[in-house]
């Protein structure tokens, strides 16, 4: 188990360094090959490591505010940084984005907590400082986005080898693990693991379907082949999140493109299947079968008021514990420190024992909660004003991106977790980084380094 791993990671190193040849090789600029660089480490951080997750996201803020000549070689201070930021505090769609900081970091007057406030806040962090970084970097052009995003499903992919090791060294108690209510063991959190990979096979779907080559003729014929597998392996991984989200964003892809291209029976013939593939999953997928079933003795056990031991019962808890808090205090919230213990008092108070979890399960409630309606309204600013400025729905990488988020706010408080703060904001901004150009004049005084 122990070499599997090692081999996983020299791969992956091997990937990485692949990657930075071919930048660095086309591309003379030295700022975007050290980002570039740094993203591939968040994706390995992302499944693999904390550490390198934190140390990546800095490397990509450094990136923003230094220069790196290669003629004589040095590194200096950004030229204009402070014109730079300027602009940057003007800029509708970045600026906006550092709410989500904001909102926490003013809670401080309402928490007693300053330790639980501290740490609440400091995992905010990466949407204050990130987008300033991608604001003042130039832009990346499609075949390099396209590249970080083939990049990110070829880690999914190989991440997944471990995964489905597991499950076969496990055949006989696998199912009983299911059908308890557990999780298969995935490098990350199980629920954060298979959101970042339905995303994958989102993305993947999202290049197939494109016209344009990127590296070679028939590079969507493997490309596909990793999406299916990745399709099935969800499936078998039988997390409800992750298959959930990647049905309804299915659902979204192409019902857009039918839309645009005015095909209806091929959308009608798509929705059969969509709707047909979790049939057939169900009876050919073990795991897949066991966590349906599962899932309806634990509606049926909701039903009956017993649902003590069985995760949909005490998502449903955490509402009502989560609601009675907000109506205590609906304007200003009871504070980002004081959310974990005012929840658990009165989780104690009304069932007699420890929560399980330490906040509500939907992240719009958490935050309510926690800022009241006044954070609330600046929290929904944040969240959905990137989408809806100049029409950046348009955009299918962006718009599955809210699909898959959304959806996940609304069964867990997502981006309380860093790794899930990691994945919104990287991705949201490569978006945005796609669909609002950067200032040229960023553009100009990087390539004249």
Not at 46 to 67: A, C, D, N, Q, R
Not at 279 to 293: G, N, R
């Amino acid at each position: 188990m122990i070499e599997q791993a090692v081999r996983a990671r020299v791969f992956i190193i091997e990937k990485i360094l692949y990657f930075y040849r071919m930048i660095s090789s086309v591309d003379s600029n030295r700022n975007k090959t050290f980002i570039f660089l740094s993203l591939l480490l968040l994706f390995v951080g992302l499944i693999y490591s904390k550490t390198l997750l934190v140390i990546s996201m800095l490397l990509i803020l450094i990136s923003g505010l230094i220069e790196i000549k290669k003629k004589p070689i040095h590194i200096s201070i950004f030229p204009e940084l402070r014109r730079k930021f300027k602009r940057f505090t003007r800029n509708k769609v970045y600026i906006v984005l550092t709410l989500f900081f904001w909102i926490s970091l003013f809670s401080f007057f309402n928490s007693t907590d300053k330790q639980s406030w501290q740490f609440f806040t400091q995992m905010k962090l990466p949407f204050l400082l990130l987008p300033f970084a991608f604001f003042i970097l130039p832009g990346f052009s499609k075949k390099e986005f396209n590249s970080l995003m083939f990049f990110y499903i070829l880690l999914m992919f190989f991440s997944s080898f471990g995964v489905l090791k597991t499950i076969f060294d496990m055949q006989e108690s696998v199912l009983s693990i299911i059908g308890s209510g557990q999780s298969i063991e995935t490098p990350v959190d199980h629920i954060k693991y298979s959101l970042f990979v339905s995303y994958a096979i989102i993305l993947g779907l999202i290049i197939v379907l494109e016209k344009k080559v990127n590296f070679f003729k028939w590079e969507k014929v493997p490309l596909l082949v990793i999406v299916v597998f990745l399709f099935v392996f969800l499936h078998i991984l039988a997390v409800r999140s992750g298959i959930v989200i990647l049905y309804f964003n299915l659902l979204v892809l192409f019902v857009g493109r039918t839309i645009q291209k005015k095909e209806y029976l091929k959308m009608l013939v798509i929705a059969v299947l969509i709707f047909t593939i979790p049939v057939v999953a169900y009876l050919s997928i073990p795991t897949f079968k066991q966590k349906i079933e599962y899932s309806i003795l634990d509606f049926k056990m909701h039903q009956k008021n017993k649902e003590v031991a069985f995760s949909d019962g005490e998502r449903f808890r955490s509402y009502e514990i989560g609601w009675e808090l907000f109506e205590s205090s609906p304007v200003t919230g009871v504070g980002v420190g004081d959310i974990f213990t005012d929840y658990q008092a009165l989780y104690d108070m009304r069932y007699f024992m420890k929560s399980p979890t330490n906040l509500p399960h939907n992240q719009f409630l958490s935050v309510a909660v926690s800022t009241g309606v006044v954070g609330l309204i600046f929290f929904m600013l944040a969240f959905f004003f990137p989408l809806l400025y100049k029409q950046a729905y348009k955009n299918p990488f962006l718009l599955t991106l809210y699909v898959l988020m959304l959806l996940s706010f609304m069964v867990e408080n997502t981006i309380e977790r860093q790794y899930s703060v990691a994945f919104f904001v990287t991705f949201l901004l490569l978006n945005l980084n796609q669909i609002h150009k950067p200032d040229k004049s960023n553009q100009e005084n990087l390539m004249n380094a």
